[in-house]
């Protein structure tokens, strides 16, 4: 190597040490993980739930530390629906319905599901009685961060001449544009289902789901889910009674349209028993969705699942690998946060009932398997809810008995593989009289998640909230500029 060669060599480490030395910037990222933090009671609801009995039904998370969850309390005399927001961080008072008890004449009303579009926007349902003996469906918006007050459904009135009516499920695509499916009893005492669509923030009038009242022969139609996509483009399923017995379906709204409800292809065949219900629906994108549910054949009840490609709802298949864990079974729910990518949760049935995953990897739903962990907390189990935030991250929740009552539990999953259940930091604590289930999760992006549920104390049934923390920002610090007096410099 020649001189001048080496000189340019010095001369190019120089400048990439000078320029370090100018930029001064160093990258600390953190060491921890996001973390499930402490259980802790609902703020406010033990003073308004005098009769002491809780049902913490559901949560929807929009953004870290942003979240909305619902449920009823009893108040002394009457079961009533509460709301409460978590805002920045810090879950809020939970509070009575806004206007329910207006509505609510007869006193008994809950709130089953809330669905929220961004920070402070939200549409909830549920039911109340009129006081005429009247079961009726109601909704209440939250418009910029101020829950509204409930008003009834528009229509469901008009349908449920069987004077009953209920809202079990809602999903909001943008603040404004929601749907929202639920039952009512028709004139001859059957009971049917409803769709309603919320656009531009105006709730439409509700309809009998087009073409159910056909398949629904006996009369004995319940709700399943109902998911949406896309303004305008949602899924939702349920059961219906045949003359057959009872059947699962689907019904689809394509661009604001609600089609014709159709029995689950293939599912027939498989529900050689007459016992099949749709309990789950996740739609990713417009024309993707997935659905899971439970039929019966000679050994019992049986899990299912069947995806919808492209706009084409496929053949139901029996959930691989279920049948094998257990003599019976069945899927509860599941999350699909990109096309051919869920996760879903339910139980098999081995003496005892114990809570199980299945997962779907590129369009390919894999076997079921046992949760990880969770028979080291309890010989049997069971499973409430999932959340997915990504293809290869979710958190779901449940309840676990070690033999002295039961618990609630979360467990992740994280670069596709799920961890072990571990039991909800806190409730242990607060569940004195042994029966504890976390009921409902949701994740926000980067898995900020919270979950909702239930625990037994000395003062009855009360209900409780846990939250996962994102790990801190990477932090950045700044040095001032300096020359390096070893830095060589080129004088020619």
């Known amino acids: 190597m020649t001189g001048y060669d080496m000189l340019v060599r010095k001369l190019l480490a120089g400048i990439a040490a000078l320029a370090i030395v100018l930029t001064g910037l160093t990258v600390t990222a953190s060491a921890t993980a996001g973390e499930w933090g402490d259980a802790l009671p609902v703020p406010g609801l033990a003073a308004l739930n005098l009769g002491n009995y809780v049902d913490v039904f559901s949560v ?24 409460v927001d978590r805002v920045g961080g810090a879950w809020q008072q939970a509070v009575p319905v ?14 089953r599901e809330v669905s929220c579009s961004s920070d402070g926007n939200c549409s909830a349902v549920g039911n109340y009685n009129d006081g005429s003996g009247l079961a009726s469906a109601f909704v209440v918006d939250r418009v910029g961060g101020v829950w509204q007050n409930a008003v009834p459904i528009p229509g469901v009135a008009a349908l449920a001449i069987g004077q009953y009516g209920l809202a079990s499920s809602v999903s909001c695509t943008s603040d404004g544009n929601c749907s929202a499916l639920g039952q009512y ?16 923030g105006v709730w439409q009038d509700a309809i009998p789901v087009p073409g159910l009242i056909a398949l629904n022969q006996n009369g004995q139609a319940e709700s399943g889910g109902i998911s949406c996509s896309s303004d305008g483009n949602c899924s939702a399923g349920g059961s219906y009674s045949a003359t057959s017995g009872n059947q699962g379906f689907v019904v689809d709204r394509v661009s ?7 029995p689950i292809p293939g599912l027939e065949a498989l529900n050689v028993a007459n016992v099949a219900a749709v309990n789950d629906l996740s739609c990713s994108s417009t024309g993707n969705c997935s659905a899971v549910g439970k039929f019966r054949n000679g050994s019992g009840d049986q899990g299912f699942v069947v995806d919808r490609v492209a706009g084409v709802w496929q053949s139901a298949i029996a959930a691989p690998g279920l049948a094998s864990l257990g003599t019976r079974g069945e899927v509860w729910a ?37 949760i990880p962990g969770l028979a080291d907390l309890g010989p049997a189990s069971g499973v409430s809810g999932i959340s997915c ?3 290869l991250n979710c958190s779901m929740t449940g309840s676990y008995n070690p033999g002295s009552g039961y618990e609630g539990f979360v467990v992740d999953r994280v670069g596709g593989v799920w961890q072990s259940a571990a039991p909800i930091a806190g409730l242990a604590g607060l569940n004195t009289g042994h ?11 980067g898995g900020a998640c919270s979950v909702g549920g239930n625990f037994e104390s000395g003062g009855g049934r009360q209900g409780f909230v846990v939250d996962r923390q994102l790990p801190p920002e990477p932090t950045t610090t700044t040095t001032s500029p300096s020359l390096d007096p070893t830095v060589p410099v080129f004088t020619g």
């Open 60 to 83: 929807s998370c929009t953004s870290p530390g942003n979240c909305s969850a619902v449920g009823r309390y009893n108040d002394g005399s009457a079961q009533q629906g509460f709301l």
């Open 98 to 111: 806004p206007g329910l008890g207006a509505l609510d004449v007869g006193r008994n009303s809950a709130v």
């Open 185 to 200: 009893m028709d004139g001859s005492s059957n009971f049917q289902l409803f769709v309603v669509d919320r656009v531009a």
């Open 256 to 262: 604001g349209v609600w089609q014709t409800a159709a």
């Open 334 to 370: 599941l999350s699909c946060p990109l096309d051919g990518d869920c996760s879903a949760v339910g139980i098999a049935v081995v003496g005892d009932l114990f809570a199980v995953t299945i997962d779907r990897i590129g369009g390919v739903w894999q076997s079921a398997q046992a």
């Open 389 to 391: 935030w990504n293809a």
């Open 435 to 445: 029966d504890a289930q976390g009921t409902s999760i949701s994740c926000a992006a």
